[in-house]
Each structure stands twice: as C-alpha cells, then as structure tokens.
C-alpha cells in the first residue's frame, strides 16, 4: 500500500506457532505474543515485561577493563591528577560526569575537558593536545571518541602520557597505541557492541567500586547512563533495555535535581517518561554543544549546588530555546529552495554553507524521520565541509563514512550504525555523491512496517498498557504501528505552528483524540487538514492524564 507521503506500507508477517508457543509459555495475550514474535524478543526481554531483571556487569573479566582498573589504581594510590577529555554531545558529557563523579566520591584529582565543535571538531587530535598542553596530566582518559585518534595518540606517546579511550564507534585499523583501548567494536566483536561510551564507562566505574569496596553505585550514575542510551539512539534490547528499565525502577529521578529542575521549568507535571528522555531532557543538554557552550552539560551533570544547577539549567534551555528558532528558519529556508539532493531514492543530500555547525545533525535527523531517507547535512566549516549525518535502519551510515575515509574522499569521519559526521575538501563533493551512486545496499525498496489491522472497536485502556509494557521504545524497539479503516478526520487545528490536533471518527461514532507530530506545511499535513472523506490511519497509542486514563492516538501516515 502506498501513503500520501509516497511510503509503502506492509503488515509484518510472523511465525504464527511461534507467537502461539509465546502465549502458552509465558500466560500472554494474542496480540503480545505476536509483537514478541516479531521482535524477537529473547527469555530474559520476555520475562523483564512483569519482572524485575538484575544488572549484571558483563565486563567484570574483560582483560581491556581489567587493564583500565589497574592503570586507573596506579594513578588513585600515589593520587596523581587525571585528565578526562569527553564530547560535547549527551553521551560525551554523561561519560565525562561518570569519571568525575567517581573521582569526587573518592577524593581524586581530576580535570575535564569539552572540546569546542566550532573550534575544535569532533575528537581528539594532535592539535588539540597541542592546545591544552600545559593542562594534559600524566593519564589521559578519553570518552565517546578517539577509536581513530592514531596520530593524536601517538603524539601523548611521544611526550610520554598515558592514554585510555573508552568508546563505542567505529573502529579503524591499525587501532590507536593507547595504553588500553576499549571499544567492544575491537576485532569484530558484537558482543555488547550497541553499548553507549556512558554504559561502558558505567561498567568500568562499577569495577573500581568493587575494588574499593564502595557498596552503594550511585543509582544517580545508573539514570544517567539510562539518559545517554537514548539520546545516542543505541539499539532498545537486550543490556540496554536492562539498563533502562533498572534506572527507572530503581531510582528516583525528583532526586537528580538538574531533571527536576527542567521539568519544572517546561510545567510538565506528569512523571518522567522514557520519551522524556530523547524530547525533552537530551535536546536541552545537548543545546550547549550545539551553540558553543561546549562544557556546560557536564558541569550542570556534576553539579551539587543548587543555585550553579539552576543558573546553568536556565542557560541551556534558554540555548535550546534559540537552536528551535534557528532550526525552524533552516527548515523554512529548505524547504522554500527544495534545495535537496535525492539519490537512489536512499539519501538525500541537504547542503547549506550558511548553516550553524551546531545543527546539522538535528537538521538531517529531522530530513530522515520527514522523508524515511539517509540524510547527509553539509556546511562550510572554514575552507572545509563539514558533514552529518542520520540513517534509516537498513543503512549502517558509520560504514559509509569509514570507506569515504579509506578512499581520501574524506579528510576524517566516523560514527556508528545511525549517525556519522565528518570533514570534507570541497572540491570532493561531487566525488562524494559519485560514491554514494555506486554504494552497494541491500534493500533499496526501504518500505515501511505496520504490526495488523485492528478494529476501532479494540483500542481501550488495557490494550495500550500491554503496548507500553514493550518499552522502552526507540532504535531496534519501535512502537508498534496498527492500521485502521474507515475512519473521518474531524476539527483538524494546527498547534504552535508545528504539529496538528485532530479527531478521528469511526463508523460508530466513536472518537480518538489525535495528533500528528511536525506535519504543518507538509503534504500529509495539508492532506489531515482538508480531506473529508474516509481513510486509513496508520497510528501509534499512548496513555496520558494524570492517571493515565486516557488514549492518545498518534498518527503516522494515511492511506486512501
């Protein structure tokens, strides 16, 4: 089935003994087990919808973090400083409070650093140590990059400094010469290679606790690994979901009070949700990087005083205010040029020289989601491009990049399975695009899934709480999509000039309330805001109220 939006639609096909064998193995209902099925949900995923799963450390025999203790020991017994470099995304600056949060609760010496995205770039480099030369200690601990920092390594070498890298992109060989080097990407290993630089600095943190016998992990420490695991869009499953699921369980989030404090601010009175996390809390923290205030989502992170917490938490959003507005303006002005680029109906290509640095991964994450398409954002940075970019799930983005690397149509680059960025000589983007024509991918006809036709009749408070008990949602755990027919849009009103509210009616006169997100000025939008006559909605459900009691239903295409 094709969409208004040109998408193609398909129903899932599932193993239907398999579903009926999930049913009858673990007491769930028909359409549960199917979703299970379809996700492929293992015993332990299975079991953790009613139950309580235990964290277990995977890494307590890891030789790379057994090293990682030992170095960091050597330096914690004679109590000389270490220096932490981090990034100025979530996931850097969450990795970044980890270690310093750890240091503070032994009475450690330590420094941080944030580098700047304008004035810095992504990462180390031999520049940058050259840079913070008279603050660089005899250890240097890197977070959430350096797993192609070669020469800048090799540089803390040649001045004789230690070096650990903690991160989880892309790896390149001949790998760093750091003193350890962990990334679980290392040598082809999947094993727990979706974990976020905050998860595996977690873990490394949890080892040293352990050492010195610090009985109680900070569960503030847990939440914010949980924070970092979504805004880095890591896969949903497996050790992640027990990450997150054992945050929200087990730790009161009124007592980190940079959360509290945010949602206070943004009146939102109903309690912290998982969503939350990647549409509220991340995009404020990540204002900073994204406007050159690089250091400022650490520092609130690690912060204990409260007047600091609110002085620094009113900066940010008020930062994240202005990146709204300037994003609103360079979609308006893209969409008005449909300056775009479309190539192998996969990627599109947005190049803007004008564009803030800080804002091209939110661009193309917005140009992915609006089209289902590879989105590849460029800007002048210098006499450089520079690039970032979001992928669809069937596109391993961080690969592309790498080989553009390998190839020297790129400067620098990396990333992982759904975001990448890197810097560019001009005179190389017209190769660029030749490259990507003749990119190999597998499935070019990217259509999109839907879980079953439902009845309006169905859809009730009990059916979407066995929905939700499937979170949390995001990378590799979509939210379930259904289909249903002959349904009337009625009232459709656009709200704050971005996303529209409108009712649906079925044959019985029942009625949904119902919104679809950033669909103002779009042809779906416009399509909601006139069309009279029966349709098929493809939508998601979501419970809200204060005792969520009731159903929102979220509209994500319609077909005619």
Partial sequence: MISISGNIWEEIKFNLRQSQKISQDYNLNNLLSVIIAIKKFNKEEIFSLHNKIDLINPFLKDVDFIKSKNLLIDFIKYKKKIFIIGDYDVDGSVATGLLINFFKKIQHPYDFYIPDRTKDGYGVSEKLFKKLRNRLTELVVIVDSGSKSKKAIDYLNKINIKSVIIDHHEVIKPYPKSNVFINPKKNGNTNHSNLCASALVYFLTDILNKHFKIKNHNKSDLFLTALATVCDVMP???????????????????????????????????????????????????????????????????????????????????????????????????????????????????????????????????????????????????????????????????????????????????????????LMNKKNFNLFIKFLKGYPINNQINSKKYISKISSSAININFVK???????????????????????????????????????????????????????????????????????????????????????????????
């Fill in 236 to 422: 949903l499953r497996g050790l992640n979901r027990s990450i997150i699921l054992n945050a929200f369980n087990e730790y009161n989030y009124r007592n980190l009070y940079f959360v509290d404090y945010f949602l206070k601010q943004l009146k939102k009175n109903n309690k912290l949700e998982y969503d939350d996390f990647g549409y509220l809390i991340g995009p404020i923290l990540n204002s900073g990087g994204r406007l050159n205030k690089s250091d400022l989502a650490t520092k609130l992170i690690v912060s204990t005083n409260r007047e600091e917490i609110e002085k620094i938490s009113n900066t940010l959003i008020d930062q994240n205010n202005k990146r709204k507005e300037i994003e609103k303006k360079i979609i308006n002005k893209i969409d008005n040029d449909k300056d775009l680029i479309k190539i192998n109906d996969t990627f599109i290509i947005i190049k803007d020289i004008s564009m803030n640095e800080g804002l091209i991964g939110i661009i193309a994450a917005r140009y992915k989601e609006k089209y289902n398409k590879t989105t590849i954002v460029f800007t002048q940075s210098k006499n450089l491009f520079k690039g970032s970019a979001r992928s669809t799930t069937n596109i391993n983005i961080g690969s592309i990049i790498n080989n553009a690397v390998l190839k020297n149509i790129m400067i620098n680059g990396g990333g992982h399975k759904m975001a990448a960025g890197f």
């Fill in 466 to 560: 066995d929905l939700e008990n499937l979170a949390p949602f995001g990378n590799d755990n979509k939210k379930p999509i259904f289909l249903i027919e002959n349904l009337i849009i009625k009232k459709p009103k656009i709200i704050n000039d971005l996303h529209i509210h409108c009712l649906l009616k079925d044959k019985k006169n029942k009625f949904f309330n119902s919104i679809i997100f950033n669909a103002n000025k779009t042809k779906l939008g416009n399509f909601i805001l006139n069309y009279k006559k029966e349709i098929k909605v493809l939508c998601e459900f979501k419970l809200y109220g204060t005792n969520n009691n009731k159903i929102s239903t979220h509209i994500v295409d319609i077909i005619i």
